[in-house]
């Protein structure tokens, strides 16, 4: 079985290169940054922690 070396934008429904950053058909990106997914699993685990020491104090 041949490797897909193709993926589907989400965005436009048309085929990718699966190394592609952005469609070259719409523009979306595909790939988000390794520094991006960082930021947003910080920013995601200090509302977690705002909202556990919100509700700890409030009983």
Do not use: D, E, W, Y
Request: hydrophobic share 50%; aromatic share 4%; glycine share 8%.
């Amino acid at each position: 079985m041949a490797k897909k070396n193709t993926i589907v934008c989400r965005s436009c429904g048309k085929k990718v290169g699966k190394n592609a950053k952005r469609c070259p058909h719409c523009g979306t990106l595909l790939k988000m940054p390794l520094l991006g997914n960082i930021i947003l699993l910080a920013l995601l685990v200090f509302v977690i922690l705002f909202i556990v020491l919100a509700i700890i104090q409030s009983g």
